[in-house]
């Protein structure tokens, strides 16, 4: 099968093209930088260097796709940023969506569409959607948008974790912060098993549908770094309250606009994922696309991730 893969060399993104050529598709992956895809290109990948905001850089490149995943990140950019790319880059893509070949067009979308919800919430692809901050906004707007356009699937991504994301120097370090002091609730899923989602939605999804990703065990924020640092020896984070963390977003973006950095450490964005109670349940995917969790639970994943560093 052909397809093209936009942010292939993102975290997920990279994962998921081994995972596909591993399954002997042809895979075609759009990269900002030829030196992140170059690696790829080695093990397969046809390699195209574009951006989304960038029509041009764009042309033929969905030429015969028969399915396109789009994981370009926005979560951590600012809310203007975060628009161009969910919104004015989605168009320019499917601008070039050749109609004739495509099948699906599958996409990773995120927990914000669900807002601020109370503690005692139990989401699932059908709790309504109240989104309260920016992303929330413009992520609702990006999933509509692609229904109109595209025979559309949308994965709602939970926090992704696995090798090399794994938190734990930062833990150690102590430059984690637990917003109002952690008590709210989290859903993440390893990236093996987010990659088996996006393969069980390429075999069996139909279009229009909507998944949630996530593993089994949602967990207290406060109550997941408090076994991580138990495990670890590290300290607990410290806690700090919501203004705070938007005065030093504020700071932040100031401090990295003078260094020359794209993104910032603590956007509106990234404060109302991280904040918010995100309770998710996971039955859709396995009862309907089939999708058995290598990692039911962060202790099976992290456990794993602790048993390949190497030793202090």
């Known amino acids: 099968m052909n397809i093209l893969v936009i942010g292939a060399t993102g975290y997920a993104g990279s994962h998921l093209v081994r995972a596909l050529l591993e399954r002997g598709h042809r895979v075609r992956g759009l990269a900002r930088q030829i ?6 290109e080695k093990e397969g990948m046809e390699l195209r260097v574009g951006d989304l905001l960038h029509a041009a850089s764009l042309q033929g490149i969905a030429h015969e796709v028969e399915v396109i995943f789009n994981l370009a990140a926005s979560c951590r950019l600012d809310p203007p940023e975060a ?5 004015d880059g989605a168009r320019n893509l499917f601008r070039n969506v050749d109609r004739a070949a495509l099948k699906k067009y599958i996409w990773a979308s995120n927990l914000s569409v669900y807002g601020f919800p109370a503690a005692t919430a ?49 833990l150690r370090e102590g430059r984690i912060r637990l917003l109002n002091g952690g008590e709210n609730w989290t859903s993440r899923i390893h990236v093996a098993d987010l990659v088996q989602v996006f393969l069980a939605a390429l075999e069996r999804a139909t279009p229009d ?25 590290a300290t607990m984070p410290l806690a700090l309250e919501l203004n ?31 904040s918010g109670n995100y309770f998710c ?4 995917i396995k009862n309907e696309l089939g999708v058995r969790l290598k990692y039911p639970t962060f202790r099976e994943g992290y456990k794993e991730i602790l048993e390949t560093l190497p030793r202090a």
């Open 209 to 233: 549908s909507v998944y949630l990703a996530a593993d089994d065990l949602p967990t207290i924020q406060r109550e997941f770094f408090q076994e991580l640092a138990a495990v670890t020896g």
């Open 35 to 40: 030196e992140r895809g170059i690696p790829l």
């Open 281 to 284: 349940l996971n039955n859709k």
């Open 122 to 170: 139990r989401l699932d692809e059908n709790s309504p959607l109240k989104p309260a901050y920016a992303l929330g906004k413009m992520t609702v707007d990006a999933e509509n948008l692609a229904r109109e356009n595209v025979p559309a699937i949308a994965v709602r991504v939970a926090s992704i974790y696995g090798p090399g994301r794994d938190a734990l120097a930062a």
């Open 83 to 87: 628009k161009k790319i969910m919104t």
């Open 244 to 274: 705070a963390a938007r005065a030093f977003g504020v700071f932040g973006r100031a401090m990295n606009a003078l260094a020359g950095e794209r993104q910032y450490p603590m956007s509106e964005n990234v404060i109302g994922l991280v």
